[in-house]
């Protein structure tokens, strides 16, 4: 029996194009950086390339953007780098403001951040439906002497979009600084100068390019305050050191044209592959779903089965079903999700929780199977 990949939120295969494009990169001698030659003069330009492509899709300018490992490092540099700066512009601001639909990589560097700088930082609180409160946001920007935000666009667990750009409107008010978490939301519009972000970072392998490499976005990156985390020979104009990863730059590049490109029609057919498997799970379970419906990931569902212990269900269909309990950076933590409890759910109803998100390789067949599966193991628990 076909094993059914639905954990589309933790990683995305690389699609066949992103394979084609990187394969006849990784035989090619030379090094981005060795300015002497022929060999390295054709993989600048392949970075060159690249980030032609990375800042017409994104709106913004060439000189704006920094390759990271990840999204976790674009993150760490985002805040541990425009924090001073916000603070230098910002002398008597003392917050920062976010709140639990943050992803790990960008609440522990902040909690480390405030107590490095003496800062205060404040939650905004979660709506019911997992989306950020506008007006307590309001509230505390006005009540608070903020210099820093951190706003996911799409969070990584139950899937919802947050009105980002409603945030953009008020941090620009208020004159703080916004830093924006933008690796699960690849079907949005990304738009860094349209959205006026001072902070903005992107995942390949959330958007099916290769893992291992991000994007660090920001209108700060030529400030002389801007700090590098990781330090070398030079490379990135000296903000990044380290020899840059060619095969998946262009691997990443060629991943955000073909998501560019069918990005419409892709959301609409995961949706209702979604819907599918959601109305199919309905029909003999008890589901509660999570989060807004229709501003949210189009593959994402986070829901619970009546009465159903999540991990023992997740156990149950190993290895015929791969779905996840949360953030695969979570692992399988038990404790009450931040998430959960910012959204007023029950700590006996959270553990019943999980994550299913299908992707662009997911079948209709996929998801007939995963109902039945789901469906016999969850009765046989109950």
């Known amino acids: 029996m076909k094993n059914i990949y639905l954990d589309y939120n933790s990683h995305t295969p690389c699609d066949i194009s992103v394979i084609k494009a990187m394969q006849s990169v990784w035989s090619q001698p030379g090094n981005p950086h060795s300015e002497g030659h022929s060999f390295g003069w054709n993989k ?85 439906d997992g989306v950020i409160d506008l007006q307590d946001m309001k509230t505390k920007l006005e009540q608070n002497n903020v210099l820093w935000v951190s706003c996911t666009m799409t969070n990584g667990v139950i899937g919802t979009n947050q009105p980002i750009y409603k945030v953009a409107e008020l941090c620009q008010h208020y004159d703080a600084m916004l830093h924006v978490d933008a690796s699960q939301a690849g079907y949005m519009n990304i738009a860094c100068h349209d959205l006026e972000v001072d902070f903005l970072t992107i995942s390949a392998h959330k958007i099916y390019g290769p893992s291992g490499i991000g994007l660090l976005y920001s209108k700060h990156i030529q400030n002389p305050e801007f700090m590098p985390m990781i330090s070398g020979g030079g490379q990135q104009d000296g903000l990044r050191a380290g020899t840059l990863p060619v095969p998946l730059i262009v691997g990443f590049a060629e991943a955000a044209r073909v998501l560019d490109e069918g990005k419409e029609a892709e959301a609409l057919r995961l949706k209702e592959l979604r819907d599918t498997l959601l109305y199919g799970l309905n029909q003999a379970l008890a589901i509660q779903v999570f989060g807004e419906l229709d501003e949210r990931h189009p593959g994402n569902l986070y829901l619970a089965i009546e009465n159903i212990d999540s991990m023992q269900l997740l156990n149950n269909v190993q290895p015929n079903i791969a779905f996840s309990l949360g953030s695969a950076c979570d692992g399988l933590n038990r404790e009450y999700s931040p998430i959960m409890k910012s959204m007023g759910v029950a700590k006996e109803i959270a553990e019943c929780t999980f994550r299913i998100c299908v992707g662009r390789m997911t079948t209709i067949a996929d998801i007939h199977k995963a109902v039945e599966i789901i469906i016999a193991e969850a009765k046989n628990l109950s």
């Open 44 to 128: 600048q330009t392949l970075v060159s390339d690249s980030l032609m492509i990375f800042a017409d899709i994104y709106d913004c300018f060439e000189e704006e953007l920094l390759f990271t490992s990840g999204a976790t490092e674009a993150n760490n540099l985002a805040i541990y780098s425009g924090i001073p700066i916000a603070k230098k512009n910002n002398p008597q601001a003392d917050t920062i403001l976010t709140s639990h639909l943050e992803h790990k990589s960008v609440l522990n560097p902040l909690e480390i951040a405030a107590d490095k700088y003496n800062l205060n930082l404040v939650y905004v609180e979660v709506t019911s």
